[in-house]
Nanobody, 126 residues
Framework: QVQLVESGGGLVQAGGSLRLSCVAS????????MGWFRQAPGKEREFVTA????????YYADSVKGRFTISRDNAKNTVYLQMNSLKPEDTAVYYC???????????????????WGQGTQVTVSS
């Protein structure tokens, strides 16, 4: 079991930065690949980025590549999402998710992730 709690969302102007955090409880965190997804109003949930259990492997959606950085600290049971050069189209609820059943490569489909946080709102004004 993994419980996830996101924080760090808020309102920021275009070009600004935010850092999201996701704190996990439960033993499975360090053995889980972790991902961030987002959902904008009226749109489907989409993959943003993911990181392997030891942090060696990462993968980014093309829309955020070069602007967002995922990292994790297994000693703190925390995964981070540093978001720079934010755009209005980045506005969404951001969800942290754990993939406890992958045996290697990070995955990008939401149904591969079995634990989810409640989400944190990110709003980017133009």
């Amino acid at each position: 079991q993994v419980q996830l709690v996101e924080s760090g969302g808020g309102l920021v102007q275009a070009g600004g930065s935010l850092r999201l955090s996701c704190v996990a409880s439960g033993r499975a965190f360090s053995s889980s690949n972790m991902g961030w997804f987002r959902q904008a109003p009226g749109k489907e949930r989409e993959f943003v980025t993911a990181i392997s259990r030891r942090g060696a492997g990462t993968y980014y959606a093309d829309s955020v590549k070069g602007r967002f950085t995922i990292s994790r600290d297994n000693a703190k049971n925390t995964v981070y999402l540093q978001m720079n050069s934010l755009k209005p189209e980045d506005t969404a609820v951001y969800y942290c998710a754990a993939d406890s059943t992958s045996w290697g490569m990070v995955r990008t489909r939401s149904h591969d992730y079995d634990y989810w946080g409640q989400g944190t709102q990110v709003t980017v004004s133009s």
